[in-house]
């Protein structure tokens, strides 16, 4: 199997709450919410970088469409990446976060590598570092 990621699908519990933070309060664009005259088929889409998209699925209907029991959330099971290219970006990204609605659990500062990171939850609780690594260069 080669290694290739093309979608990420986030649970959620209210998915109009989660598009809502994520079109309205970061800015992200998508046509909003698709699939609803389908059971368990309402679901947003969100276009990454070329390739990439990012998903919110309700949770019930995720475990109705895998066939598994709902599970408690986990707060450390999965942390998405934001790398920006400098602090002042950091900085700014977890402003515009924090003014969507989202908790900060960590507000950015240096880190022992050489970086610059912080971390919120969105308000599934989901987590998010917005870094800058000065190794990388990210690009539009």
């Excluded at 590598?113 to 987590?127: C, K």
Aim: cysteine-free.
């Amino acid at each position: 199997m080669k290694p290739r990621v093309t979608v990420i699908t986030l649970g959620v519990d209210d998915l109009a709450k989660a598009v809502a933070f994520y079109r309205d309060g970061l800015g992200w664009p998508t046509q909003g919410i698709i699939g609803k005259e389908f059971a368990h088929g309402a679901i947003a889409f969100f276009d990454l970088q070329p390739g990439l998209q990012f998903a919110l699925w309700a949770r019930n209907d995720i475990a109705y469409d895998a066939g598994l029991a709902k599970a408690p959330h986990s707060s450390t099971e999965l942390i998405l990446g934001h790398n920006v290219n400098s602090t002042q970006d950091v900085d700014a990204a977890m402003t515009r976060a924090r003014q969507a609605g989202a908790k900060i659990i960590k507000n950015a500062g240096k880190t022992f590598w050489g970086g610059y990171d912080g971390y919120f939850a969105d308000p599934d609780g989901h987590v998010w570092e917005v870094l800058w690594n000065p190794q990388l260069k990210v690009t539009n």
